[in-house]
């Protein structure tokens, strides 16, 4: 099974990640769920003005969203939503339709 997760990122205030939102998720996980991940974008924070920083004032605008799409181990499911659950960092998670899935 596939999952789309989308996880909440922190920016600096150049607006480049402050961390690394996946790392949270590799510790819930043992070493046989995700067979597979693969980065599809990012969101750029809120608080980015035409200066390309964040200033003083926008600093609770500082987040973002990284999405990265899963193939999890068949019988990992329920650990692999656990381990979402418990992370921290994720803002939303969904299976993935066949239709959602690119052609091979």
Do not use: C
């Not at 980015?48 to 999890?72: K, M, P, T, V």
């Amino acid at each position: 099974m596939k999952y789309r997760v989308v996880f909440r990122e922190r920016s600096d205030r150049a607006g480049e990640r402050a961390d690394d939102p996946p790392s949270f998720l590799e510790p819930e996980l043992d070493d046989e769920t995700v067979l597979d991940s693969v980065f599809v974008g990012r969101t750029q924070p809120d608080a980015l003005h035409s200066s390309d920083s964040i200033e003083e004032d926008d600093d609770f605008l500082s987040l973002g969203a990284e999405i990265w799409e899963y193939d999890i181990a068949e019988g990992k499911d329920e650990d692999f939503k656990a381990a979402l659950r418990n992370s921290g960092m994720v803002m939303e998670f969904e299976p993935m339709q066949e239709e959602d899935e690119p052609a091979s």
